[in-house]
């Protein structure tokens, strides 16, 4: 379920350390499977773990997940990075927004996945984002620009050399195009 690396056990024993005996982490998701979900790690007390947490032992402590958390928290990993402007703790978890769905699901379900895992999260940076509106009879996806992308002057390159091809590429005997319907009006709002 989640993946924590070497150097963030470390940083997680050391840091437990100056805690009560007992204590672990708490991974969680608030909001889970929605576009405002946020990860985060905690202090677990002992007096705080509930009967339904799910309890993954790692080096040294455990890290335990609430139920509600758990399906959005696969695939998730954290990791201690150090470099030249200091040390952060990251984690990832690419199906906080949207519970991972599996490969049979249907198409809309499966796109609504990889929109909201991984094209969503790199229009983000740009103040950005992209809603599927439907999947016509032959095959085109129809989505919809919001936030910055709304009236960005790179929107059609975005679509076409980015969005299109991950899609085409990722369903292609599924899918035969990716087509937009946004009303694109520049503004304050667009990334320019």
Not at 30 to 45: D, K, L, R
Not at 56 to 76: I, R
Not at 129 to 147: K, R, S, W
């Amino acid at each position: 379920m989640i993946t924590i690396t070497d150097t963030a056990q470390a940083h997680f024993v050391k840091l437990l350390a100056d805690q009560p005996e007992g204590t672990h982490i708490r991974v969680f998701v608030i909001s889970p499977g929605t576009a405002q979900a946020e990860c985060g790690v905690s202090y677990c007390p002992p007096d705080a773990a509930e009967a339904d947490d799910v309890e993954l032992p790692f080096n040294g402590f455990s890290a335990m997940v609430d139920e509600k958390s758990a399906p959005f928290l696969d695939d998730a990993s954290i990791d201690f990075v150090t470099d030249q402007l200091g040390s952060q703790l990251t984690l990832k978890a690419p199906n906080a927004k949207m519970r991972k769905v599996s490969g049979d699901a249907p198409l809309v379900e499966r796109i609504e996945y990889v929109i909201q895992s991984e094209i969503n999260p790199q229009l983000a940076s740009h103040g950005g984002n992209i809603m599927l509106v439907e999947i016509t009879e032959a095959g085109v996806a129809v989505l919809q620009f919001g936030g910055g992308c709304n009236g960005c002057s790179q929107v059609d390159i975005t679509l076409k050399d980015g969005i299109e091809k991950q899609l085409l590429d990722m369903f292609p005997t599924e899918l035969t195009g990716v087509r937009d319907v946004t009303e694109h009006e520049h503004g304050e709002h667009s990334y320019a």
